[in-house]
């Protein structure tokens, strides 16, 4: 099967992105691998004419929207993102209305149509530097509260308004301080996404997307650590720098992310369905919000 999924690739001239979430045998075949922002800067600079996301829907929609003209595929149609679904287009709107003079700002874990909406968009990676990048005082900030408030304690001079105010990842609110003390009494250094809870972040030695995960492990050191995000990204550390230890939360697990198989995978480049079709209009209007957050990373 990883052969013919090779030859696919080769004769349709088609690229397999994989979120670090993905199981590993996906990963393992994908020509990109990486967190958000990672994709949707290669998805931007790929020339492939069939462009396969190995992720959840949001990402697929991402990789469209930065390239209208190709054809981009999701293997697994319902391989949804519930954080995604905690924010609403009619949520931006009326929040707009309450604070004229504020700029908003979305997470790429959003629907494409939440997108089409916001000044700009930030991934976990950038999320501050994105912030901090605007001149607007006052900042609506969805759909991840986690990682609002991340946001807010790195730039206090700032007033981060959530949208909405529960908004989370159920695999990130998962840890507990419990887990915490767990690592503390085995050893070795926590290093947490932003969208765990504030009172995880706080414990935590390091708080880090998984790109910027995958960066800090290269930096050296031999400690032990422990990865409080999906169970994956430990998995793929664990490739990454073989002689490193790094643990994870076995129940650490999304869902959605895990839907995806190699036969789904093959069916995809074969049959190149499931295809992304999205409005032109919110295209068009999403795409500006994520390439102003791509030229502030630049």
Same mark, same amino acid.
């Given at each position: 099967?990883?052969?013919?999924?090779?030859?696919?690739?080769?004769?349709?001239? *088609?690229? /397999?992105?994989?979120?670090?979430?993905?199981?590993? @045998?996906?990963q393992? !075949? %994908? =020509?990109?691998?990486?967190? +958000?922002?990672?994709?949707?800067?290669?998805?931007?600079?790929?020339?492939?004419?069939?462009?396969?996301?190995?992720?959840?829907?949001?990402?697929?929609?991402?990789?469209?929207?930065?390239?209208?003209?190709?054809?981009?595929?999701?293997?697994?149609?319902?391989?949804?993102?519930?954080?995604?679904?905690?924010?609403?287009?009619?949520?931006?709107?009326?929040?707009?209305?309450?604070?004229?003079? *504020?700029a /908003?700002?979305?997470?790429?874990?959003?629907?494409? @149509?939440?997108?089409? !909406? %916001? =000044?700009?968009?930030?991934? +976990?990676?950038?999320?501050?530097?994105?912030?901090?990048?605007?001149?607007?005082?006052?900042?609506?900030?969805?759909?991840?509260?986690?990682?609002?408030?991340?946001v807010?304690?790195?730039?206090?001079e700032?007033?981060?308004?959530?949208?909405?105010?529960?908004?989370?990842?159920?695999?990130?609110?998962?840890?507990?301080?419990?887990?915490?003390?767990?690592?503390?009494?085995?050893?070795?250094?926590?290093?947490?996404?932003?969208?765990?809870?504030?009172?995880?972040?706080?414990q935590?030695?390091?708080?880090?997307?998984?790109?910027g995960?995958?960066?800090?492990?290269?930096?050296?050191?031999?400690?032990p650590?422990?990865?409080?995000?999906?169970?994956?990204?430990?998995?793929?550390?664990?490739?990454?720098?073989?002689?490193?230890?790094?643990?994870?939360?076995p129940?650490?697990?999304c869902?959605?992310?895990?839907?995806i198989?190699?036969?789904?995978?093959?069916?995809?480049?074969?049959?190149?369905?499931?295809?992304?079709?999205?409005?032109?209009?919110?295209?068009?209007?999403?795409?500006?919000?994520?390439?102003?957050?791509?030229?502030?990373g630049?």
């Amino acid at each position: 099967m990883e052969k013919e999924i090779r030859a696919l690739k080769a004769g349709k001239n *088609a690229v /397999v992105m994989a979120h670090n979430y993905q199981p590993m @045998e996906i990963q393992g !075949l %994908a =020509d990109v691998v990486g967190d +958000s922002l990672e994709l949707a800067v290669k998805a931007k600079e790929t020339a492939a004419d069939l462009i396969v996301v190995c992720g959840v829907r949001f990402m697929a929609e991402t990789a469209k929207i930065l390239n209208p003209d190709r054809k981009v595929v999701i293997p697994v149609e319902d391989a949804g993102c519930p954080l995604a679904d905690f924010l609403t287009p009619e949520m931006i709107r009326e929040a707009r209305r309450q604070h004229p003079e *504020a700029a /908003v700002v979305v997470y790429v874990n959003s629907t494409a @149509e939440s997108k089409a !909406l %916001a =000044d700009i968009t930030c991934t +976990s990676a950038n999320a501050v530097r994105v912030v901090r990048s605007l001149p607007n005082d006052t900042i609506l900030f969805g759909p991840d509260a986690n990682l609002a408030a991340y946001v807010q304690r790195e730039l206090p001079e700032k007033t981060i308004v959530p949208l909405p105010p529960g908004g989370h990842c159920y695999v990130h609110t998962g840890f507990t301080l419990a887990d915490v003390e767990a690592a503390r009494k085995k050893g070795g250094r926590i290093v947490c996404h932003p969208e765990c809870p504030p009172e995880i972040q706080e414990q935590a030695d390091r708080i880090a997307s998984t790109g910027g995960m995958v960066r800090d492990a290269a930096a050296g050191g031999n400690e032990p650590w422990w990865v409080f995000t999906e169970r994956e990204m430990a998995s793929r550390l664990r490739v990454l720098y073989p002689g490193r230890v790094f643990y994870e939360k076995p129940e650490a697990v999304c869902a959605d992310m895990k839907k995806i198989s190699l036969e789904d995978l093959r069916r995809a480049l074969e049959s190149e369905e499931h295809e992304v079709v999205l409005p032109g209009e919110v295209m068009d209007r999403a795409r500006r919000a994520i390439e102003r957050m791509i030229a502030v990373g630049a």
